[in-house]
């Protein structure tokens, strides 16, 4: 393993570095700077190298993002544009022209996930979260049926009993380590979560120490591409896509296709016990009403994969990020104590006056806790950035740019979430700052985003972060550790 990491390292600095910047120099056009100079607005330059150096640095996009929406802010422009990789780029600063883009104006864009098509990656290709165009606009409204809140209100029974299984491993933990690894509780509970919600299925993570079956499938996903061997599918997927399509070829990994398609396969196979509202029942009728035998819309796609691809895709998004919310929420808390405190005080309270319990109701009236949550978000947000392709003409309001199909939007919620113009002292945790709801903090404040291509799974990651913090909170005291430095 240690050779194949220094082969992977020496490839990579000596031959494919060199190539991808050789590459990025050739195809810049100097033309392209006359773009947005024409049209009056501030032209950072082609960042193409300078981007393929930060990157081989291990700047991540998010912080590479973030400089790019600082350096429009010192300008003291409201937005910006710079080449990379061949695309002309906008940076919107004004919350204004960023409420346009998402959603008034949302028709004229697609999400752009990365610069690598998966058009031809048979698994991701049909996940919501890659579908493009009208395949996704007919998914998306399906899907939302699962995630209104009398949907989110059904599955806050199975999310009550992980919140108590969450004390018992944490009581377990703390009874054979001085310091116990919240984050990796954390992971478990979202783990949980996600399979009993999303998948039907009771993965007890909680109950084992170790990683169970499905935390080593959600784990695999980031330890696939230490395999060399798979080097070779992203390039081979962007560009012969129809070759990878009829081939199969996937970015995810065999085994783990594998585990959704015998959740799938169970779904399709059990026709008497089939509860229609569980979200497994969701994506197969989903797939039954737009392309089944008597469906709406023709597709060669083969039911069991597009179940298959669909459960995965919803997997995907959402326990890492509600993971990373609850551990932020859990560092912040530790370092304030006060505003711990001020919480668990309204957590108690909400219990005592519950008979010593949850529900969902009672969860929903507490509001210092949202706040807390929200003031995480807007300093720790899981998810840096957002990025949009035009798809059709776009005149830039209160501007004479005129974005053309192709041109990429990429909007940095960290810029965002710490420019001083739209919150006072970012730096500082204040959850004082939420005391009147986010609707002050219009598309300056954007965790989830907004508009019709927003964060689906939104109001079911807020309850799952209210729950761990209410159980946690009602049962331990959150600390620093000792050793730790702190940034
Ligand atoms: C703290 C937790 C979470 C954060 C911060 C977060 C944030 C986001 C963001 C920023 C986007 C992109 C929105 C855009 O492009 O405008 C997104 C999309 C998405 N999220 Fe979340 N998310 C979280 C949890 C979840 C959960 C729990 C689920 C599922 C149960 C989920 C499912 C999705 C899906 C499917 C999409 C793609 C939606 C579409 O393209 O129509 N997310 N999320």
């Given amino acids: 393993m240690a050779l194949l990491e220094k082969i992977t390292k020496l490839v990579s600095r000596y031959f494919l570095l060199p190539l991808v910047t050789l590459y990025m120099y050739l195809i810049q056009n100097p033309k392209s700077r006359e773009y947005y100079k024409s049209a009056g607005i501030l032209d950072l330059g082609d960042v193409s190298i300078n981007y393929v150096n930060n990157f081989s640095r291990q700047i991540s996009s998010t912080t590479y993002w973030m400089e790019m929406y600082n350096r429009v802010k010192e300008a003291g422009a409201s937005l910006a544009g710079c080449g990379l990789a061949g695309h002309d780029i906008l940076i919107p600063r004004s919350p204004a022209l960023i409420k346009s883009i998402l959603v008034k104006d949302a028709s004229h864009f697609d999400r752009v996930g990365n610069l690598l098509s998966l058009k031809g990656d048979y698994i991701a290709s049909k996940t919501l979260l890659c579908l493009q165009g009208e395949d996704w606009t007919k998914t998306r ?6 995630f209104t809140p009398s949907k989110i209100r059904r599955n806050f029974v199975q999310v009550d009993k992980l919140g108590k299984e969450l004390v018992q491993y944490l009581n377990r933990e703390v009874e054979k380590e001085a310091q116990i690894n919240f984050g990796q509780a954390a992971l478990k509970f979202t783990t949980d979560v996600t399979g009993s919600t999303m998948l039907n299925l009771d993965t007890g993570s909680l109950r084992t120490r170790g990683p169970t079956r499905f935390e080593e499938i959600l784990d695999k996903l980031f330890s696939s591409f230490d395999n060399f061997a798979n080097w070779w599918k992203p390039g081979f997927i962007q560009w012969f896509p129809r070759i990878a399509t009829y081939f199969k070829v996937t970015l995810v990994d065999e085994e783990i296709v594998e585990f959704y ?7 399709m196979n059990n026709e008497k016990g089939r509860d229609r509202n569980n979200f497994v029942s969701v994506v197969r009728s989903t797939w039954e009403e737009l392309y089944g035998n008597r469906g709406l819309y023709d597709s060669s796609d083969h039911e069991e994969e597009w179940i298959t691809a669909n459960l995965f895709g919803m997997v995907l998004p959402g326990y890492k990020t509600t993971e990373t919310l609850i551990a932020m929420c859990a560092y912040v808390l530790a370092l304030h104590q006060d505003v711990q405190d001020k919480v668990r005080d309204e ?12 529900d969902f109701a009672a969860v929903n009236r507490m509001t210092y806790i949202d706040m807390v949550i929200n003031e995480t978000l807007r300093m720790y947000s899981p998810i840096g950035l957002v990025g949009r392709v035009c798809k059709k003409e776009y005149p830039v309001p209160d501007t004479n740019l005129v974005l053309k199909v192709g041109d990429v939007i990429i909007i940095s919620l960290y810029g965002l979430h710490y420019d001083e113009e739209y919150h006072e002292n970012p730096e500082i945790f204040d959850p004082e700052r939420f005391s009147s709801g986010v609707k002050n903090k219009d598309f300056s404040f954007l965790p989830f985003t907004q508009g019709p291509r927003n964060c689906i799974g939104s109001r079911m990651a807020m309850l799952e972060t209210k729950m761990a913090l209410c159980y946690v909170l009602r049962n331990f005291k959150l600390t620093r550790p000792q050793k730790l430095s702190f940034p």
């Fill in 141 to 146: 409204a399906k899907f939302e049926a699962a």
């Fill in 261 to 267: 398609r015998n959740v799938a396969q169970f779904e």
């Fill in 347 to 358: 957590i108690n309270a909400t219990f005592e006056s519950n008979q010593d319990d949850l």
